[in-house]
C-alpha cells in the first residue's frame, strides 16, 4: 500500500512545482513592468526609483532577472541595490551610501531589494558581492558604503562622477 501514498506525494510536490513556476512567472513580469520615477518622489508600491522617464523597455515580457539587472545597470548611469528607497533607506549602510551620492547631484536610481528576495539575490549573483547596498557607476560595479565613503574621502569618486554632474547642471 505504499505506492498509493507516493504516487499522491508526488502529485502533489509536482503540483506544488506548477504553482510556484506560474508565481514566479508572474512576478517576474510584474517587476518587468515597473515604472521608473524621480528619486525626489518616492513610489510607495513600486520597487524602483529613478530620475526621468520610465527606463524599463520589458514590461509583459518575460525577462529574467539578471535582464532586469543589467538593464538597470545599463541604462542608469548611478544605479543602487539598497534596502528602501534613496527618500527612506531602511539601514544605516544605504542611508550613507545615498548621502554621499546625493553630494554630487547626479542622477540616482535605486532598486528597494527587501520587497524581493528573488532580485536580491539576482543582484549577489551578478556582481559576486554579497552585501547590500551595491552601487553601479557608469555600468560598472564600484562596491558598497563603505568603498563610496572612501573613494568621497579619496576625491576619487568626485572624478569618476564629474561628467554625471555636469550633466545635471547643463539639465537645470
Known sequence: MVQPQYNFLKDLVSLYHYIMARSLSTLLKSISSLPATNSLRTMVSG????????TNKAANS???????????????PVMIY???????????????????LNEYNVPLSARNILENQELKNAVKTFSH???????????EFVGGSD????????GELKEKLKDLTAESKKEE
Open 129 to 139: 558581492w554579497p552585501t547590500f547596498p551595491q552601487i553601479f557607476i557608469k555600468g
Open 147 to 154: 568603498i563610496i565613503l572612501n573613494m568621497h574621502q579619496t
Open 82 to 100: 539598497m534596502k528602501g528607497v534613496p527618500d527612506q533607506p531602511r539601514c544605516g549602510f544605504s542611508s550613507l551610501a545615498v548621502r554621499v
Open 62 to 76: 518575460d525577462i529574467s532577472l539578471k535582464d532586469i539587472v543589467q538593464q538597470d545597470i545599463k541604462e542608469n
Open 47 to 54: 520597487s524602483f526609483c529613478g530620475e526621468g522617464v520610465p
